[in-house]
């Protein structure tokens, strides 16, 4: 199953656990498969965070892969952020 599906379908188990008017099995029932999605979809963007490079180039010009860390940046002292160009 893949993510998309994976998460649309968690997005239905939400619904009709909001929405319907279920029994106490199927409420039970529509829960466990819930989790187990959102046990799926979680290890899914655990493997592709993994998966995501950037390379960098050493003082010699040789590339090296280092992990993905998204990086905060302050923005100027007005608080507007600042164009990278």
Same mark, same amino acid.
């Given at each position: 199953?893949?993510?998309?599906?994976?998460?649309?379908?968690?997005?239905? /188990?939400?619904? %009709?656990?909001?929405?319907?008017? $279920?029994?106490? @099995?199927?409420?039970?029932?529509?829960? *466990?498969? =819930?989790? +187990?999605?959102?046990?799926?979809?979680?290890?899914?963007?655990?493997?592709?965070?993994?998966?995501?490079? /950037?390379?960098? %180039?050493?003082?010699?010009?040789? $590339?090296?892969? @280092?992990?993905?860390?998204?990086?905060? *940046?302050? =923005?100027? +002292?007005?608080?507007?952020?600042?164009?990278?160009?």
């Amino acid at each position: 199953m893949t993510f998309e599906q994976a998460l649309k379908r968690l997005e239905e /188990i939400v619904e %009709a656990l909001e929405t319907d008017d $279920l029994d106490l @099995e199927k409420s039970v029932q529509f829960y *466990e498969e =819930g989790v +187990s999605m959102y046990r799926h979809c979680t290890q899914q963007l655990q493997r592709a965070e993994k998966r995501i490079d /950037i390379l960098q %180039a050493n003082d010699d010009g040789t $590339l090296i892969p @280092e992990p993905f860390a998204i990086q905060e *940046e302050s =923005g100027g +002292s007005n608080g507007q952020e600042e164009i990278p160009f």
